[in-house]
């Protein structure tokens, strides 16, 4: 009975651990201008020809970045912010909460396939128990994959809309920052991841970064090749003084080409797609409907044609 008590509390303890990583994992608060100013203050403590050093302290997320760099963990760290910050989730703890998540579902994973295989010896626990670190230590990094995924697509569909939106407010004769707060705005419940992106590089340039830098972060963050044309056009435009409302014209009948060429692509390789489902589930049912009636027509013949015999 007690230890059926404690196997209970410690599976609520990891499910609500679970839970909580996950709603701070996915609770995103940006605060563009506050973000440049740390990184003003901390560019003016810091040298910039070498990378900070973390350090205890200073709160729970930093103890835990700590902890995980102390042990040889900072290429997985800065790994993992980027690929956060192309799934759209910038808050700066995330990656805190997705190292809590991570390891307390591998350590669910391991304790589950404990449970499962108590009792047996070590040598035939062991396989299992490698399966389980793996899974446990894989499928979190598939989640993020399909997440970035998800985002890049977002941020793909939104942009050839987004990008006519845009030169066609340029053409009312606003500036770049007022038309692209006005394009957020517009796009906010649309579009509103790119909506987002936009917002954020206004901000970054009104609190002091250049221009360039601000739509190079952009591209960083997106990894999208469509966005890093669209960031170089308009450095360019902005470089040598020309029409930026004209060449976004272009640029988003380009989009809209590269989007239907996509679909195109898309829909030629559904016929490929769906033959091994047609092979594996259709056509099985198919011959079991077509040939066994007749199968059975012919059996019911031969055992008429025996017994008149």
């Keep these: ?11 609520f303890a990891i499910v609500a ?3 909580w990583s996950a709603f701070q994992f996915f609770n995103e608060t940006e605060d563009p201008l506050q973000d440049r100013l740390e990184e003003l203050q901390t560019n003016a403590m810091v040298d910039n020809k070498r990378s900070p050093r973390r350090r205890a302290g200073g709160g729970f997320s930093n103890s835990v970045l700590f902890l995980i760099s102390s042990m040889g963990g900072e290429d997985w760290i800065r790994e993992t912010e980027k690929e956060l910050s192309q799934a759209g989730v910038r ?5 805190v909460y997705y190292a809590i998540f991570q390891g307390f579902f591998m350590a669910t994973m391991i304790g589950g396939m404990l449970y499962l295989q108590r009792g047996n010896p070590f040598s035939s626990m062991f396989g299992g128990l490698v399966a389980a670190f793996l899974l446990g230590w894989l499928l979190p990094k598939q989640v993020l994959h399909r997440l970035v995924r998800a985002h890049r697509q977002r941020l793909q ?5 987004t990008v006519d939106l845009l030169g066609i407010v340029l053409g009312t004769g606003l500036a770049l920052d007022q038309a692209m707060i006005r394009v957020s705005e517009e796009l906010q419940y649309i579009y509103p991841a790119l909506a987002a992106e936009f917002y954020t590089v206004v901000m970054q340039v009104k609190a002091g970064q250049e221009r360039s830098k601000a739509f190079q972060q952009l591209v960083r963050r997106t990894g999208i090749e469509d966005i890093k044309s669209l960031a170089a056009m308009i450095i360019q435009s902005e470089r040598f003084g020309t029409s930026l409302s ?20 898309s829909v030629a390789k559904a016929g490929i797609k769906m033959l091994f ?8 049912a198919l011959f079991v409907i077509v040939l066994v009636p007749g199968m059975l027509s012919l059996l019911r013949d031969l055992r008429g044609g025996i017994g008149a015999r």
Excluded: C, H
């Excluded at 569909?157 to 809309?161: N, V």
């Excluded at 004209?246 to 692509?265: G, N, P």
């Design 1 to 11: 009975m007690l230890e059926a008590i404690v196997v209970f509390l410690l599976g």
């Design 17 to 19: 651990t679970l839970l």
């Design 91 to 95: 808050q700066k703890s995330a990656v």
């Design 157 to 161: 569909e939104a942009l050839p809309d």
């Design 246 to 265: 004209q060449a976004l014209k272009v640029y988003a009948d380009a989009l809209r080409t590269r989007r239907r060429l996509r679909a195109e692509a």
């Design 277 to 284: 489902p047609i092979v594996l589930f259709i056509l099985p």
